[in-house]
């Protein structure tokens, strides 16, 4: 009998445990979407900036002292003057040539009276005194036309003392001070259209071969969006990056020298089936999703990952249009477990 007791006691946790089953555990809460069938195609990322179409080093095209400059974040209209050489130099300048030119228009009047009086002189001078006052005649003429050149280069100097704006913009980098001296050629200022923008993005080689003008593309900054279409496509590869250039004209505007994530829509479409990609759950080098079959329990599917496309990527794998696939609350769900479905 004692025996016995012993036993019964050695036994009784033993027979009084009670197995955890699956469906005492309470269903997950998951967030589901349904798989897409779509037109797909690989799109082309590559990051840019924005940039002015026109953005521009403007110098004086005669040297001498600057007098007045404008000052950085101004805003000035075509044909607005941005700085001054001081012209005293420049008026001097003209006024020698004017006497200079005066001074042979004088001689030129000389040459040719003195020719038409041998001219009326007849058979008195001989044909090659006749000649001689002619040839003098003509280069005099040629004289004054040299003289004539100078001195309209020398008012052309005086009018372009005065720098101008050639575009509207605003000065976004005085290079030189007032007072200084600067030769002819050398920048003043930096002028920027912060208007008139585009967006220069580089992107690989094969990228001539597969993106034309005219393409549809998504520009991103942050949270910001703006639509875009590639203007030109510069087919000549760096021979260091191997890439080429992206000109793709911006509307909206934007900040110059922002830079943008560019995704440019792909040319050529088939149809693919889709899922979101939080919906893809990467382990040790494979992927997989979760989905909810008809009596809400949860099965894990192998897929394979192809080109994305904004919050969507291309699977290949056993999925089918009208699937319901879960996007949150999946990862840590096993095959076989219930699950609670909110739709997204």
């Not at 940039?51 to 600057?66: F, K, M, P, Q």
């Amino acid at each position: 009998m004692k025996f016995a007791r012993v036993f019964a006691v050695l036994i009784l946790p033993l027979t009084c445990a009670a197995p955890v089953l699956a469906a005492d555990v309470p269903p997950v809460p998951v967030v589901v979407t349904t798989v897409q069938s779509e037109n797909f195609g690989a799109s082309l990322a590559a990051t840019g900036t924005v940039v002015s179409r026109n953005d521009a080093r403007i110098s004086s095209e005669v040297g001498g002292t600057l007098s007045w400059i404008a000052e950085p974040g101004a805003l000035v209209k075509r044909g607005e003057t941005i700085a001054r050489i001081a012209p005293e130099r420049l008026e001097f300048t003209l006024r020698d040539n004017d006497a200079v030119l005066k001074r042979l228009e004088a001689q030129l009047s000389l040459l040719a009276t003195q020719r038409a009086r041998l001219q009326t002189l007849g058979n008195v001078v001989s044909q090659s005194q006749l000649e001689e006052a002619q040839s003098r005649e003509r280069m005099a003429e040629q004289d004054v036309e040299q003289a004539r050149v100078a001195r309209d280069r020398a008012r052309l100097d005086l009018n372009r003392a005065a720098v101008r704006a050639p575009f509207d913009g605003v000065v976004a980098e005085r290079l030189q001070q007032a007072g200084e001296f600067v030769a002819g050629g050398a920048p003043l200022l930096r002028l920027v259209n912060e208007r008139d923008l585009e967006v220069v993005a580089r992107a690989p080689l094969t990228t001539a071969d597969t993106v034309s003008a005219g393409a549809e593309a998504l520009l991103i900054d942050g949270d910001r969006r703006a639509a875009g279409k590639v203007r030109a496509v510069i087919p000549v590869g760096d021979e260091r990056s191997r890439m080429v250039e992206l000109r793709i004209a911006l509307t909206d505007h934007w900040r110059v020298g922002a830079p943008v994530r560019v995704e440019i829509a792909p040319r050529n479409l088939r149809k693919v089936v889709t899922v979101p990609r939080d919906a893809v759950i990467l382990r040790q080098g494979a992927s997989y999703v979760m989905r909810v079959r008809p009596d809400n329990t949860a099965e894990r599917v192998a897929v394979n990952i192809g080109p994305g496309h904004a919050n969507h990527v291309q699977i290949d794998g056993t999925l089918r249009e009208g699937d319901r696939v879960i996007i949150r609350g999946g990862e840590r769900l096993e095959p076989g477990q219930t699950v609670t479905v909110r739709l997204l």
